[in-house]
């Protein structure tokens, strides 16, 4: 069974890095597009960035120039790099694998079970 375990988050303050790393099993990850979403209290769960089978990165206008997606496909794994995290970066993070898209951002269909980042002011 498809299964993706995140880690990684934590308390920070304004200004400072994170990284968010994701453990994938079940699957065959290298041939799978890969992506990172998040959901603060009160709002709709979104995309942040996905990372295709070739390596080709998309990000939300809100995280681009701060945040970095890669992959490790020997490791199996997914990387969220969060540079100069904002409090409005306060959410739940998710990771995701799916069905990728050429012209958008793919369309997830397994979720991990999500890891708490917050930033504070």
């Known amino acids: 069974q498809v299964q993706l375990v995140e880690s990684g988050g934590g308390l920070v303050q304004a200004g400072e890095s994170l990284r968010l790393s994701c453990v994938a099993s079940g699957f065959i990850f290298r041939i799978n597009v890969m992506g990172w979403y998040r959901q603060a209290p009160g709002k709709q769960r979104e995309v942040i960035a996905d990372i295709s089978s070739s390596g080709s990165t998309k990000y939300a206008e809100s995280v681009k120039g701060r945040f970095t997606i890669s992959r490790d496909n020997a490791k199996n794994t997914v990387y969220l790099q969060m540079n100069s995290l904002k409090p409005e970066d306060t959410a739940v993070y998710y990771c995701?694998?799916?069905?990728?898209?050429?012209?958008?951002?793919?369309?997830?269909?397994?979720w991990g079970q999500g890891t708490q980042v917050t930033v504070s002011s």
């Open positions: 995701a694998t799916g069905f990728q898209s050429d012209s958008s951002f793919m369309r997830p269909t397994f």
